[in-house]
């Protein structure tokens, strides 16, 4: 059972444009969620964040967008440059026994941008 | 700054044998979680060390294990070797602040059982 769901496994966009990334999950105890970018032969970078007290983050070319009631986040890169090719994951976060926490991350979408 | 250094980087094993991973994480983060990453299945959560004790697990079998040194360094064993075992592992420091603090990855070992 996917708790966390990345729809798209790639997306294509131009330079410049808007890259929109889409991540839904199931599970109502999940109050913190992340997304990390992966270049090949790399660990997962931490990119933005955001707490389920807030519905938008901002960070530079990145914000997150979080729906609480229809259980979706969404990563907007803009304007999206070639460098920003790479996997991007989705995650998210609850307390579990004993305070800890454990990220459970969606399958990942390929975002190529096109020159 | 040193980031998570994770050895080796790349492992060919045979079915049947056990294999152990290392990773030693960022300065002054204390907890050390280890994923699981195969083609099309994302990152899966195996378990996570703080303090040497371990504090969460995933649904992997026992043959998956772990520990956590008092340097916070982090070993993942896996015995009696699958060919499904063949995957990407990642480990992963934070300081384990509690909520909302971010995991540092390092790049994995490569793991290829034949």
């Known amino acids: 059972d996917q708790q966390v769901k990345q729809n798209s496994p790639s997306l294509s966009v131009q330079e410049g444009r808007i890259s929109i990334l889409n991540c839904d999950y199931t599970?109502?105890?999940?109050?913190?969620f992340l997304w990390y970018k992966k270049y090949p032969a790399e660990g997962p970078t931490f990119l933005i964040s955001?707490?389920?007290?807030?519905d938008k983050n901002e960070d530079g070319r990145f914000t997150v967008f979080l729906n609480k009631s229809a259980k979706h986040l969404s990563l907007h890169i803009v304007p999206s440059q070639p460098g920003d090719s790479a996997v991007y994951f989705c995650a998210a976060s609850a307390i579990s026994s004993g305070s800890a926490r454990q990220l459970t991350f969606g399958s990942g979408t390929q975002l190529t941008v096109l020159p | 700054k040193a980031g998570v250094t994770q050895t080796p980087r790349y492992l060919i094993k045979t079915r049947g044998q056990q294999v152990t991973l290392s990773c030693s994480p960022i300065s002054g983060h204390r907890s050390v979680s280890w994923y699981q990453q195969t083609p099309g299945q994302g990152l899966q959560f195996l378990f996570e060390y703080f303090s040497e004790t371990q504090r969460n697990k995933g649904n992997f079998p026992g043959r998956f294990s772990g520990r956590q040194f008092s340097n916070s360094r982090s070993e993942m064993n896996v015995s009696t070797l699958e060919l499904g075992d063949s995957a990407l592992y990642l480990c992963?420091?934070?300081?384990?602040?509690?909520?909302?603090?971010?995991?540092?990855f390092g790049p994995g070992t490569r793991l290829t059982v034949t």
């Open positions: 599970n109502s105890m999940f109050d913190y």
């Open positions: 992963a420091s934070s300081l384990a602040r509690g909520r909302g603090d971010e995991q540092y």
């Open positions: 955001i707490s389920s007290i807030k």
